[in-house]
């Protein structure tokens, strides 16, 4: 019964992103039935949804706080008018993103997923990461390339916003640094009203 709800699930969202994705021309990574994407077809899909603004949350396999965050991330499309997306950046011969889909999948069976595609950015993930924050913000350089970065685009595709995981939380008096719930209050809240 559970296996045929999450079913379920998944084939409705399917449906709600080939409806986004409609204008776009894009590929499908069979092995693992998602999207590939660059930055031309990031631009496409926020131009495309039927939503003011567009959020792509970066995420890689291994990475913990991404999981934790998941459940918030999506929360973003209930709370504002904006479509939420998880992109995922880790290669697609990369071993261990179909378990990091799975879980996705499992946890949150409403997330629309994408992945970067291996033709536009290549070499090891740290170096496809940077490259694409380099190209699709004007930042050459952050602290922490591409994972669990929030990236929001408005109705014509434009990038608004590229969360920098380590410049944009503020310092604490107590020297710890304001939560991401704080953060997402400054930085981006205000791009999805």
């Known amino acids: 019964m559970k296996k045929l709800l999450i079913f379920a699930f998944i084939a409705q969202f399917s449906l709600l992103i080939s409806q986004v994705t409609s204008g776009c021309e894009l590929q499908t990574l069979k ?14 899909i926020a131009k495309n949804a039927d939503r003011p603004s567009t959020v792509f949350y970066t995420f890689t396999s291994w990475c913990a706080p991404c ?9 973003l499309e209930k709370r504002f008018n904006a479509a939420v997306f998880v992109l995922i950046m880790e290669s ?24 970067l595609k291996d033709e536009a ?5 740290r170096k496809r990461n940077s490259s694409f924050i380099a ?14 970065v929030f990236i929001v685009a408005d109705s014509a595709g434009k990038v608004l916003k590229v969360t920098d995981n380590f410049t944009d ?3 604490l008096a107590n020297g710890s ?17």
């Open 121 to 125: 950015y290549t070499g090891g993930t």
């Open 31 to 44: 092995s693992v039935n998602i999207l590939k994407v660059d930055i031309k077809d990031l631009s496409c």
């Open 169 to 171: 939380y503020r310092k």
């Open 67 to 75: 999981r934790q965050k998941m459940p918030m991330v999506l929360d």
């Open 135 to 148: 190209d699709i913000s004007s930042k050459k350089k952050m602290f922490n390339p591409g994972y669990g």
């Open 177 to 193: 640094y304001e939560s991401e719930e704080r953060m997402l209050e400054r930085e981006v809240f205000p791009l999805l009203n």
């Open 92 to 115: 697609e011969q990369d071993k261990m993103m179909p378990g990091g889909i799975d879980f996705i999948r499992k946890h949150a069976p409403e997330a629309k997923i994408l992945i």
